[in-house]
């Protein structure tokens, strides 16, 4: 069936370095690609997204890449501060309906200061 | 701004107790949706709607079905409640017809079934 796989589980960084994960999709009509960001207790929130006819979208700090061909997308977010400690889920569209999503596992973020 | 609530934080049952989880949104959305939240499982699909007395199966509907009379309330029901339904869930809504737009949480509903 559709899956995605997200990587790594846990990450941790110093405040200041980048951090990278990764997803990959098995759908190859999945079109549209949203990073959400769920802070301790709270609700999952949409922090950055990416259509499938684009290969990089970048917003401040935080940036998303897409490879179509090998059916993977990474976020990216470089100098990392306390606030971005989080779980962060990346999901895919099943097929073309961008209203319904495939959520990967997530990735626990911790930012040591 | 969408808010989507849920109508209680934490929840306590007994196994085979028969579990209604609510949600309301207020932005009109047609679509709507209930997720189950397991650590190392992330977000799986539980049961989605996509307009008033319309479902449809996600991915992991056993033992679970739901209710949409009014538009705005999503009502997820444990039929029986188990230990393994013992999870965070997550009721979500989205406007429907407009591509591309942000599934709207709730805060989630912590349910322990003893």
């Known amino acids: 069936g559709e899956n995605v796989e997200q990587h790594p589980s846990t990450l941790s960084v110093q405040e200041g370095d980048s951090a990278v994960i990764k997803c990959t999709y098995s759908d190859s009509a999945s079109n549209y690609f949203p990073w959400y960001k769920q802070e301790l207790g709270k609700r999952p929130q949409l922090i950055i997204d990416i259509r499938s006819n684009v290969g990089e979208k970048k917003d401040q700090r935080i940036a998303v890449t897409l490879n179509k061909t090998a059916k993977h997308f990474s976020l990216h977010i470089t100098e990392t501060q306390p606030e971005d400690s989080a779980v962060y889920f990346c999901?895919?569209?099943?097929?073309?309906?961008?209203?319904?999503?495939?959520f990967g596992t997530g990735t626990l973020l911790a930012v040591q200061p | 701004d969408v808010k989507v609530t849920q109508s209680s934080r934490y929840l306590v049952k007994r196994t085979g107790e028969k579990v209604f989880l609510e949600c309301v949104q207020d932005?009109?959305?047609?679509?709507m949706f209930w997720y189950r939240q397991d650590p190392g499982l992330g977000l799986r699909l539980i049961y989605f709607?996509?307009?008033?007395?319309?479902?449809e199966k996600g991915d992991i509907p056993e033992g679970y079905s739901v209710s949409r009379e009014k538009k705005e309330r999503f009502s997820l029901i444990l039929e029986s409640a188990s230990t393994n339904q013992t999870s965070m869930y997550l009721c979500?809504?989205?406007?429907?017809?407009?591509?591309?737009?942000?599934?709207?949480f709730g805060n989630g509903t912590r349910l322990t079934v003893t």
């Open positions: 709607s996509y307009d008033v007395k319309m479902k």
């Open positions: 999901a895919a569209s099943r097929g073309g309906a961008t209203n319904k999503l495939i």
């Open positions: 979500a809504s989205i406007v429907s017809g407009k591509d591309f737009s942000p599934l709207h």
């Open positions: 932005m009109d959305h047609e679509n």
